[in-house]
């Protein structure tokens, strides 16, 4: 009888201990933020992205009254800013802004320190608008005249580097139409400047980048990778319907794994909150940016979709 109450005993502290922890957690959960929030987005400062992100950050601080920033950490083609996300306290105080490679491309590569799921999706709300541009006096308007023009000219590719997503799409593309870039380059920036010092005759970049040459008519679309054609852009054909490539990119908030859900919940319903401000519904109409909002568990779908994509794509770039 004693071994038996020794033994409940146990149990029961145990269970108390279980219990406090639970307690703990649910009860700092609820008073979330009590700590300033940074929201860590990998790339320099100026693209979507980032814009989008400080909208976000802006209303935490607006609804919660605890300052909530934006810290720009590019490195390791994003790399470096997911990892500071993964090496976090999973507590909502530090939540990664991260583009779909970092949870795909990068690990199926090798290039992470980290695992696919060493984070836990918030929601996605950006549909990138990627798209292949070159200069508006080349001698090619669509895919297919590229693709027609490479096969007895030299052709020159600007991208994001050979572990990005929409590296891997772009030569995937051109495999589809049966031709290849005589040379390629990574760069940080890939804006009107790239095209205008004849750095690259295409450029795979975002609209957001190159508006000012879009603006000006410098500068004109082949393609975008987005699921609908741009709203700026309505003429331009998307890559699903140019070549048959279906894959877009996206961008949504990731916190670390382990991050109680009552706080990934208050996240989510700020964020949800921001993108419904006017300056968002004006920067889709300016770059033809797609803004949605996708909940946790469709997000979690999304991304073991596109890691099986990126395993199949990893083939384009090694």
Same mark, same amino acid.
């Given at each position: 009888?004693?071994?038996?109450?020794?033994?409940?005993?146990?149990?029961?502290?145990?269970?108390?201990?279980?219990?406090?922890?639970?307690?703990?957690?649910?009860?700092?959960?609820?008073?979330?933020?009590?700590?300033?929030?940074?929201?860590?987005?990998?790339?320099?400062?100026?693209?979507?992205?980032?814009?989008?992100?400080?909208i976000?950050?802006?209303?935490?601080?607006?609804?919660?009254?605890?300052?909530?920033?934006?810290?720009? %950490?590019?490195?390791?083609?994003?790399?470096?800013?997911?990892?500071?996300?993964?090496?976090?306290?999973?507590?909502?105080?530090?939540?990664?802004?991260?583009?779909?490679?970092?949870?795909?491309?990068?690990?199926?590569?090798?290039?992470?320190?980290?695992?696919?799921?060493?984070f836990?999706?918030?929601?996605?709300?950006l549909?990138?608008? *990627?798209?292949?541009?070159?200069?508006?006096?080349?001698?090619?308007?669509?895919?297919?005249?590229?693709?027609?023009?490479a096969?007895?000219?030299?052709?020159?590719?600007g991208? *994001?580097? &050979?572990?990005?997503?929409?590296?891997?799409?772009?030569? %995937?593309?051109a495999?589809?139409l049966d031709f290849?870039?005589?040379?390629?380059s990574a760069?940080?920036?890939?804006?009107?400047?790239?095209?205008?010092?004849?750095?690259?005759?295409?450029?795979?970049?975002?609209?957001?980048?190159?508006?000012?040459?879009?603006?000006?008519?410098?500068?004109?679309?082949?393609t975008?990778?987005t699921?609908?054609?741009?709203?700026?852009?309505?003429?331009?054909?998307?890559?699903?319907?140019?070549?048959?490539?279906?894959?877009?990119?996206?961008?949504?908030?990731?916190?670390?794994?382990?991050?109680?859900?009552?706080t990934?919940?208050?996240i989510?319903s700020?964020?949800?909150?921001?993108?419904?401000?006017?300056?968002?519904?004006?920067?889709?109409?300016?770059t033809?940016?797609?803004? &949605?909002?996708?909940?946790?568990?469709?997000? %979690?779908?999304?991304?073991?979709?596109? &890691? %099986?994509?990126?395993?199949?794509?990893?083939? &384009?770039?090694?």
């Amino acid at each position: 009888m004693k071994k038996i109450i020794n033994q409940t005993c146990k149990v029961l502290t145990a269970s108390a201990l279980l219990s406090s922890v639970f307690a703990g957690t649910v009860a700092m959960a609820a008073d979330y933020p009590n700590r300033p929030v940074k929201f860590v987005v990998p790339w320099p400062p100026g693209d979507l992205e980032d814009v989008l992100t400080r909208i976000i950050a802006e209303e935490m601080s607006k609804e919660t009254g605890v300052p909530a920033t934006v810290v720009n %950490k590019p490195g390791g083609g994003g790399v470096l800013g997911a990892t500071t996300v993964a090496q976090s306290r999973p507590d909502g105080s530090v939540i990664g802004s991260f583009v779909v490679d970092l949870l795909t491309t990068q690990v199926v590569g090798g290039n992470a320190p980290y695992s696919a799921d060493s984070f836990v999706p918030v929601g996605i709300f950006l549909d990138y608008p *990627f798209v292949l541009a070159v200069k508006s006096d080349a001698p090619y308007n669509t895919l297919d005249e590229l693709a027609d023009y490479a096969k007895s000219h030299d052709v020159s590719l600007g991208h *994001f580097g &050979y572990q990005a997503t929409p590296t891997a799409i772009t030569f %995937k593309a051109a495999d589809k139409l049966d031709f290849k870039f005589a040379s390629d380059s990574a760069f940080d920036a890939l804006d009107c400047s790239t095209l205008a010092n004849g750095d690259a005759d295409v450029i795979n970049t975002t609209t957001q980048l190159i508006l000012p040459c879009l603006d000006s008519k410098e500068v004109k679309l082949l393609t975008s990778f987005t699921y609908n054609r741009l709203v700026i852009s309505p003429e331009v054909p998307t890559l699903s319907e140019a070549a048959g490539i279906s894959q877009t990119l996206w961008n949504g908030l990731f916190v670390k794994k382990g991050t109680p859900q009552a706080t990934i919940d208050k996240i989510a319903s700020i964020a949800e909150q921001a993108l419904q401000r006017p300056e968002v519904l004006k920067l889709q109409a300016t770059t033809g940016a797609g803004v &949605y909002w996708t909940n946790a568990d469709n997000a %979690k779908k999304l991304v073991e979709h596109d &890691y %099986k994509n990126a395993e199949e794509l990893s083939k &384009y770039v090694n």
